[in-house]
Each structure stands twice: as C-alpha cells, then as structure tokens.
C-alpha cells in the first residue's frame, strides 16, 4: 500500500527549531519529488519545500527559506523537514506529499499524508 505518515509535530515557543519526519512505505522515495507543505486556519495550503528525484535538488518558499531544510535518508525511506527559527505565523498542518515533478504546486502531488499539527507559540 502506498502511504506517507508525517510525525514530529508538536507545540514550540518562537525562535524554537522542530524536525518533522515523512515516512513512505509502498514505493521508494528516491524515485519521486517529495514536498511539504502547510495549511493554516483560513488560508490557502502552502508549497514551502520540494527535493527532486534522483538528484535530489532543493526548493523552498520565500516563507521559509534560510529557515527550514528538507533532507532525505535513502536507508529509512524518509524525508525530513528541519525547521528552525520558527514564527507564530508557521502554525499550521503541515502535510508531504509525492510527484513525478519538482515543484511547489500542490495540484501536481498525488499521494498525501495525513498531516501533523505544528504550533508556535509562548
């Protein structure tokens, strides 16, 4: 069964770093754009990261770079989110999600997790 299961989430004050976890089974994920991305209350759902296939080239939003870095470990099958310096304004769901292209539109990733709740506050 193809699947992607986000964890990591959590509560965090500002200025505080979380690392959240992109765990695939049913499919290799060095043969797929892997992205994340974050939907909060009333707002659109975000692209803010993407690491290519093969290469495994970088994308960030504006939003977030410098900030967040995606990585990925080939062994564990699983892509990371380390997020760092993190603002009130990150708290939202944040979602990975799979695509055969590198990019940050969500409407070219077909196969999404469920979702982990990150919140920045004091």
């Known amino acids: 069964q193809v699947q992607l299961v986000e964890s990591g989430g959590g509560l965090v004050q500002p200025g505080g770093s979380l690392r959240l976890s992109c765990a695939a089974s049913g499919f290799t994920l060095a043969n797929y754009a892997i992205g994340w991305f974050r939907q909060a209350p009333g707002k659109e759902r975000e692209g803010i990261s993407c690491?290519?296939?093969?290469?495994?080239?970088?994308y960030y939003a504006e939003s977030v770079k410098g900030r967040f870095t995606i990585s990925r470990d080939h062994a564990k099958n699983t892509v990371y989110l380390q997020m760092n310096n993190l603002k009130p304004e990150d708290t939202a769901v944040y979602y990975c999600a799979r695509s055969l292209i590198s990019t940050l539109s969500s409407s070219l990733f077909t196969v999404w997790g469920q979702g982990t709740q990150v919140t920045v506050s004091s």
């Open positions: 690491m290519g296939k093969n290469d495994g080239t970088t």
